[in-house]
Structures are given as C-alpha cells and as structure tokens.
C-alpha cells in the first residue's frame, strides 16, 4: 500500500488540527493508502520535540528547509503564520513535494500568483484550506444550488463572528500586525466566509467595504503597541449572477463562539447553513403548496449529519453529530484522496489565488470608500 510521509510546518492550535486530522484519517476511511506523520517543525524546538514524543512524529526539524528538503517527505502541510506561506508554499512546490496551505494563501495577490505558478510543476498537488466547505450540509446546499432548487439568486447574507477581540487586555499577537498577517479579522476570518459565498453562488462582481479597528493599541509585555489590523470588516457586495447581499466578519461579536453563516435567496428556494446548526441544512422550497395554516409551506431542515460519501459516513455512524474538527479531517481527507488518484484538489490553489484578490480588493474599497469592480 502506497504510504504518504507529511511533514509539518507550524505546532500552533492549527497545526495540532492538523496533526489531528493526519492521524485520524484511517480511523474515518477505508484508506487505500496510508498517510504517516513524518516531520514536525515549529519556532520553538522543543515544543516539535515533545510532538515527536506525544503526537507521532518520526522527527523534529530545526529549520523548515530542513523538513522541506527531506528525501523520504511526500507532503507539506503550512500551519505558519500568514507571512511565511508564500515563501515555504513556493519551496515545497520547487522541491516536488505536494502542499496543504492554510488560508489566507498569502499576504498578496501577487504572491498567491507566484505560488499559482509553482504549482503548475508537473506531479504536485496543491490545496488551500476552506474547511468549512466540508460540513455536508454545505456539500448539499452546493448540490441544491447546481440542480436549481434555489433558481435565480436575488439576495444573500453572510456573516464570522468572534468575540476574542473585545477584551482591551488581550496581549498583542501576530495577528494584530499587518506585516505579519497581511490583515485582520478580514484575512483570518474574512478568507472563510468570503469563500463560502464564492464557492455557493460564483464569482464576485464588485465590493465596498468598511473596516473597524476598536482597540487601537495592545500591550506586548511591557510595551504598546499599535493594531494596524482590522478588529472587523463589513462588506456589501454584487455576484455577477446579479444577487446583492452583505458580508461581516467581526471579532467584536459579544456573546458569540465559532459562528458562520450564510442565507441565500431565490425565487424557487431559499437555504440557511450556520456553524452553530451544523448537523441541518434549512431549506425553503418555493414550490410547495399553500394553503389553509400553511399548507405545506416551510423551511425542512435537511439532516446531513455525517452523512458523507463512501468510503467516509461510515465512522462515526452518519446519523452521529458533527463537530468543526470532521470538517478539517474531511478536508485532509479530500487532499491526499486528489494526490493517491491524481484528479484535481478542490478548493485548489486557483480559488486561494481568487481569494486573496477579492481580499485585496476589499481592502482598497475599505481604505478609500469606493466600490471596487473585480
């Protein structure tokens, strides 16, 4: 059985995602092929020690180059933060080895383009990380919306929201700086919810948009410093399907975890997917009767559960909730299914390229106040 050894660059709480998701593929699939945690990297040294000894890693690397130039790695999954992707997306890709990004790809459009080129080497294989993507609920809603069941899209409203930024003592991190992150809320969380619009109702047409940065400044231990970041992002924008909807994505968001969400509305149906609702897909189809108390008018909420497609659905039983982890595993799931069968990752480095050019466009409509047409 063809084995695949990973290597991993970043032990943050993304990178232990993925460590997770590596590891508990076979526990999932019916695998034809076997994926093994190769090497770890990460800043500190120690902390990819102790991943050898607690994760099962084969090996520590001190460097990313190092992990990257291994001989016997076939994969790199990028858990770092967002200023280092470019470059290590581009040296993977150079030295032949497949690549799972986190998003954003990178911290420009005419970065994700060099990376775009270099996934054109023939035999690698290149995916972005929209888990989100990956809840069946939104495999079904996509399903729904390429039969027509939804028709013509008139409006839509999606929305991220966090509460991690509202505290004003929260210390300065990476992700507060922009020479580290490339953006914000927008970047971090914005990537996300603007993929999933993209991925349900196609592509862009223009965008306005407007930033808030609430807190402006952050104590690094015994230093402030400034937050040149957006602490939330509120964007309105045109689908060249014609629809017109609004777009949040906030850390600001008193009271509220993980939520993502996206309703969508047409003149034959209407759907409603939520983080917070994760097992249901709500839909609304216009063609039902009415009639006295109703009728038969109403939202069905469709029980997707864990209801994926073999050789996935099996364990934990389909009928068995799901959770934001099983995203992510089916995402790696989907990746090295695409490098052992050679058919194309989806998302791709394409729709990474995408994204980060709808990013950067909302960032020029948020610092000037004009419509951006894409």
């Not at 970043?10 to 593929?25: F, P, R």
């Not at 032949?96 to 690698?124: D, F, M, N, R, S």
């Not at 609004?246 to 149906?269: C, P, Q, V």
Request: net charge neutral; with cysteine; glycine share 10%.
């Amino acid at each position: 059985m063809k084995a695949y050894k990973v290597g991993l660059l970043g032990l943050g709480g993304i990178g232990k995602v993925h460590a997770y998701a590596l590891s508990a593929l076979p526990h999932y699939y019916d695998l034809p092929f076997k994926v093994v945690l190769g090497g770890v990297y990460n800043r500190t040294y120690e902390k990819a020690l102790n991943a050898v000894d607690n994760l099962g890693f084969e090996f520590a690397a001190k460097t990313p180059e190092e992990l990257i130039s291994r001989s016997d790695v076939d994969a790199i999954c990028i858990c770092l933060p967002n200023h280092q992707h470019e470059e290590y997306a581009i040296k993977t890709l150079e030295a032949g080895k497949h690549l799972y990004c986190e998003k954003p790809l990178c911290l420009t459009h005419a970065g994700a383009l060099e990376i775009g080129k270099a996934a054109q080497k023939p035999g690698v294989k290149a995916q972005v990380v929209f888990h989100n993507r990956f809840f069946p609920a939104v495999v079904r809603a996509k399903q729904l919306m390429e039969e027509g069941r939804v028709g013509r899209v008139y409006s839509f409203e999606a929305k991220y929201y966090h509460s991690t930024n509202i505290d004003a003592d929260k210390p300065f991190n990476w992700r507060f700086s922009k020479e580290i992150a490339g953006g914000g809320t927008l970047f971090d969380m914005g990537s996300h919810v603007i993929d999933i619009v993209s991925y349900l109702g196609g592509p862009y047409a223009r965008v306005n948009a407007a930033m808030q940065t609430a807190i402006q400044s952050r104590r690094d231990g015994s230093a402030v410093k400034r937050v040149d970041v957006d602490d939330a992002v509120y964007i309105t924008a045109e689908m060249q399907s014609g629809a017109f909807g609004t777009i949040i994505a906030s850390k600001l968001a008193t009271g509220t975890n993980d939520e993502l969400e996206i309703r969508i509305f047409g003149d034959k149906g209407a759907m409603r997917f939520s983080t917070e609702s994760p097992n249901h897909l709500e839909f609304y189809d216009n063609s039902d009767k009415g009639g006295p108390y109703g009728g038969e008018k109403g939202v069905k909420l469709i029980e997707s559960y864990q209801r994926f497609e073999p050789p996935g659905g099996t364990v934990p039983s389909p009928k068995s909730a799901i959770g934001w982890v099983r995203a992510h595993v089916h995402s790696m799931y989907s990746f090295f299914e695409s490098v052992h069968s050679g058919k194309d990752c989806n998302p791709s480095v394409e729709d990474g390229i995408y994204n980060q050019y709808i990013l950067e466009k909302v960032s020029e409509s948020a610092a000037d106040g004009t419509w951006k047409t894409l």
